[in-house]
Structure formats: structure tokens, C-alpha cells
């Protein structure tokens, strides 16, 4: 069994592909290097050099293994079904071409939800004739990752989205098939959305076959849930703090990852503004530092 750690261009304020205040991607991965991960997520689609021979040849530099990849569009708009399967190809061509594993799939935030974040009881429910559509949205990429592309593809679910809170998350798995469908568990969106991850691990590690490693900051996250903050604004205020400094319990995180024989990558994302005054490359060898304290070589 082997527990790999690696980081991810959101830790340096990547959420867009063609956001102007991100850093050089190449700067991504040299600072990822530096900060001591042998592994790297992929980023928005378009982020990264979609060429596989530029991308494959600043990987070996840096001795960097890709991960996987993120399909981050709104799977909740029926509307925006060809922007949704134009993200998902590219990034199943893109993880391929370089044997990365993970395809992971978030919904992303919907306006309809975005002032409910972190308020289980409040947010506006799908109606019931959209729900079955929304489902089948996310099958059809399930499979289209698993089965096309032989990637191992996990449901994230993410605040202010439309699969955000964990009752939708285990409807959403009883609804489709194990065989093309697992679990990418954020510890910070789980907490962010009022549920506990180790618990919730518990009861599903079976099914999770890929982590994100978040720490929630609880005075920051009360603080933005009773304002009705908007999700890059928390984030712009710290709500995902240093790991270890906040309320996620990471030492219970890894005996359920022990006890399961979890064997796979771990993949720290601490969402962060581009332009904000944190350091992204001291917040990654920070949490780095941490991890290895608690058992995470």
C-alpha cells in the first residue's frame, strides 16, 4: 500500500483557464517540485499545454507524475451540455496522453444555489424532472471517462453547486452504477457543506478512490455562511486555510485511509486568489510539512 501526496494549480489561484491574473503554468510546476510533490493535477483544461509533447517533457523535468483532471462546468444547465462535453474530451485526451488516472467531476456553481452554501436546509432543490436529467449528465461521462478513456472517474461534490451536500452525493451513488462511478471525497467541501468527512468515509471507502485534501477555517466559514458570501470570495477571505490549522481532523482522515489499505494519491488543493496576499509555494511546503508530521511520507 502506498499514500502518495500531490498538489494541484487551484492551490496557486487556478480555477479558469483563461483567468489573466494566473501564474505561468510552468511556474506551477516548478513550485510544486520545489515544495516537495512528485504529483500534479492537471487544472482547468486549456491551463496546461494541451500539445502532449510540451506538457509530457516539462513533467519530466520536473519529475512530476500527472494525476488526473478536473471537469469543472455546469452539469445542473441543460443549456450547457456541448460546453460540459467539450471540457470532459479534452481533459479525457489530455489525462491519457500522459497515463494520468483520475477524471473527476464537479458540478460548478449554479446561481440558483450559490447564496446556500453551507445551508443544507435552505438550498433550493432540483425539481423533480430535472434530477433524473442531472444524474444522467454525470453518467454519460462516467462512462464516456471509464469506458473510452480507462480513467477511474470520482464525483466531487462542491459548494454552491447542485451536488453539493452529502444527501445528494449518496442519491446521486445509489443512482449510478460502481462499475463507472466512484468517489473523489474534498475533506473542505464536506465540512464547508456542514457534513463530516471521516464519517462519511466510514461509511463509503469502498467506493472512494481518490482524495482532495482541504482544511476549513471555522471562524472564516461561519463568518461567510451567515453573510451568504460567494464561494471565490471565502476564498479570497482564507475560508481554506493551511492544513492542520483548521477543523478538518487529517489524523482520523488517515487511519481510514490506513485501516481501507487506500493505495493511491492524495492531492492537497487549497484554494487560494491569484492575487491575494498568501504564497502559494510556502502554503504547499507548509502543507507538506504538516502531512509528513502526521505519518504522510
Not at 441543460?78 to 500522459?98: E, F, N, S, Y
Not at 424532472?129 to 454525470?138: I, K, L, T
Amino acid at each position: 500500500m502506498t499514500i502518495r501526496i500531490g498538489n494541484a494549480p487551484c492551490s496557486w489561484g487556478v480555477e479558469f483557464a483563461d483567468d489573466p491574473r494566473n501564474p505561468a503554468w510552468e511556474t506551477v510546476l516548478e513550485q510544486c517540485a520545489e515544495a516537495g510533490y512528485r504529483g500534479i493535477e492537471l487544472g482547468p483544461v486549456g491551463f496546461m499545454p494541451e500539445d502532449p509533447a510540451v506538457l509530457g517533457d516539462a513533467l519530466a523535468r520536473y519529475d512530476l507524475e500527472l494525476i488526473g483532471g478536473v471537469v469543472f462546468r455546469a452539469f445542473h444547465d441543460p443549456a450547457q451540455w456541448d460546453d460540459v462535453m467539450d471540457g470532459a474530451v479534452r481533459t479525457c485526451k489530455a489525462l491519457a496522453a500522459h497515463g494520468a488516472r483520475h477524471l473527476v467531476l464537479i458540478d460548478s456553481i449554479a446561481a440558483r444555489r450559490a447564496p446556500t452554501a453551507g445551508r443544507a436546509d435552505e438550498a433550493e432543490q432540483m425539481a423533480a424532472g430535472e434530477w433524473p436529467a442531472f444524474v444522467d449528465r454525470f453518467r454519460t461521462v462516467a462512462k464516456l471517462g471509464a469506458e473510452e478513456y480507462g480513467l477511474t472517474v470520482g464525483i466531487h461534490a462542491h459548494a454552491a453547486g447542485f451536488m453539493d451536500f452529502e444527501p445528494e452525493l449518496e442519491r446521486l451513488l445509489d443512482e449510478v452504477d460502481d462499475g463507472i462511478l466512484k468517489v473523489c471525497l474534498d475533506t473542505g467541501h464536506h465540512t464547508y457543506a456542514g457534513f463530516d468527512p471521516v464519517a462519511f468515509m466510514r461509511r463509503h471507502i469502498g467506493r472512494i478512490s481518490y482524495m482532495h485534501f482541504k482544511d476549513i477555517d471555522p471562524m472564516v466559514k461561519a463568518d461567510v455562511i451567515a453573510s451568504r458570501t460567494g464561494f471565490y470570495d471565502a476564498c479570497a477571505q482564507g475560508i481554506f486555510c493551511n492544513l492542520g490549522g483548521g477543523e478538518v481532523d487529517f489524523p482520523a482522515v488517515r487511519q481510514v485511509l490506513l485501516d481501507a489499505g487506500f493505495d493511491g494519491w492524495c492531492t492537497v488543493e487549497q484554494d487560494c486568489d491569484p492575487e491575494g496576499e498568501t504564497s502559494p509555494i510556502h502554503d504547499a511546503m507548509a502543507n507538506r510539512s504538516y502531512l509528513r508530521s502526521i505519518g504522510f511520507h
